[in-house]
């Protein structure tokens, strides 16, 4: 028998392996609570009090859609969005020097920090205010259930698992993959609306408690192979 993170992924490996494939149970990802300390990367980064945290956490990969989400923000900007923000990216990868470089030539450099490679992901997370998760494709991505589990506000794109854990407008908001226009409105609405961004907050807390958590996923496992 085979596993499958998401209803998304067992669909995948049906059309592909077809006959194949055989039973196939899914079980979605659990993550463990890690709270963090948001001091350090408010330090590091000299995040203000009144600045709101973007955070997006993976490869710099193209497939994560990094720049979708820097292009998002420069727009947001040419549109006089008025509200301070930075962007965190925790990660490595070939895309780190096109990211600079379009942060530079869009003038948002001072305000978008490539991490790089971090062991300090939940600190990241106590220190941001929204997950953005701007991927093509994804399985169901633990970095967006690690910051629904943060109280992290998530935006993320309609793709793979990432609907099953995100129902837009309830507990986080969707939007197509690789669109920079939706993305840009998205994280528009949440930067601007202090009461939306804490509404979706707290659902998304409440959805992982009660459907994303690690001794969720133990039971669906040790059931499993019981």
Known sequence: AVVAVSE???VDML????????????IPNGVPVRPGDASGP????????????ILAVGNL???KGHIVLLKAVARLEEQGIGVPWRVVIAGRGEQREPLA???EEAGI???????GHRDDVPDLQAAAHILCMPSLWEGLPLAVLEGMHAGNCVVASRTSGIPEAITTGENGLLVEPGEVEPLAEALGSVLRDDELRRRLS???LATARERFSIERMTDGYESFYG
């Open 109 to 115: 450099a001072d305000r978008v920090h490539l991490a």
């Open 101 to 103: 470089a379009f942060a």
């Open 42 to 53: 408010q330090a590091e980064f000299g995040i203000s009090s009144d600045e709101i945290v």
């Open 8 to 10: 998304a992924t067992r």
């Open 202 to 204: 707290e659902a998304a």
């Open 61 to 63: 990969s193209e497939r």
């Open 15 to 26: 059309e592909r392996l077809g006959r194949r494939a055989g039973p196939i149970q899914v």
